[in-house]
C-alpha cells in the first residue's frame, strides 16, 4: 500500500475523511498571473481563512494541485495545514508550459534531471527557490504525488520529456501522477503514452474531463481502461450549470464507474470568498452542491464514494 504523505507528513486512510482532490490554496505572482489575473492566491491570512472554513463545513483533506518551480509556496501549505487542522498533500511536477518564463530551466533540463528534481520533492523535501533560478533552497516538507499537464501542443518533444521524467519518478517513488487536461487535448493518446512507460491506470488521474471533454463516450471509455476522472466544472458557470454537472455524473455512476469519480473546485483567486466575497468559496461542495447532488436521487453512500472513499482507494493503491 503506498503511503499517504502530506506537507506535515504521512498520516493513515482514515485520517483522510472529506477529500477534494483537486484545489490551488496559495500561489505567488508569477507567469500564469501574467496569462491569467485570478491565478494568484499570495496572501497566506486569507488563503488560512478559506481553509478554516472549509474545515468548519466538513472538509479534512485538499490536494494542492500547483507543482514546484511553478510558483507553488510549499512553506506557507505548511503553516496552512498546521493552523487549519486540514492536510495538505502537495505536488511536484510541472504545469502548461505557457505557465513558465522563457527563460525558465524547465525548458533546459533533461529527462534525468526533470526526474531527479520529482523525486527529491518527493523523498527529500520541496524547493523553495526553483520559481526563476535553478532549485537550491529546500524545506522539509514533502511532495506527496505528481502534477502534470497536457495541452492542445499534445506529445511534443518537450511534452513527451517531461511526461517520460514524470511516469520514471511515480514508478521508482510509488506515487501517483495527477494529469490537468486541457480543453481539447487528446487525453486518450497520453493514456496510451503513459501505459507504454509502464503506469498502471489505476494510478492516474486525469483532471478537468468535464469541461475538457464534450463527448461522455470518451470519459467512459477512459473509465473502463481504470483510470480516475476528477471533476471540478462545480459553481463555475460560465462553461456549465451544476445541473449540467450532476447530469454527466448520475449518466457515470449509471454507466457503473462510480468508484473511480473524484469532485474538487479547482479553485482561483476568483472563487475563493476570502479574496472575493461574490465568490463560491472552497465550501461550495460542502454546502450546495451535495445538496444538490441528493436531491437529484444521487445517494449518500455514492457521494461518500466521490468525496472519501474513492480518494482512500486511489491515494492508497
Ligand atoms: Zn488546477
Redesign the pocket.
Known sequence: MKEIVTVLGTIRKEDIGFCQC?E?IMLSKGKSFEVNSALCLDDLEKSLNEVKRYRQAGGNTILE?QPGGCNRMAKELRYISEESGVNIIAATGFHKLIFYPENHWIFTASQEELEMFFISELTNGMYTDADNGLPVRRCSAKAGFIKTALDVEELTSRYRKLFSAAAGAAIKTNRFIMV?IEQNADSELLLEYLKEKGLKTGNLMF?HMDRACKDINVLKRMLSAGVYLEFDTIGRFKYHSDEHEIHIIKELISGGYEDQLLFSL?TTRTRFKTYDNAAIGLDYILTTFIPEMKKSGITEEQIDKLSNKNCIRFLTA
Open positions: 483537486h490551488h494541485a490537468h483532471c479547482d
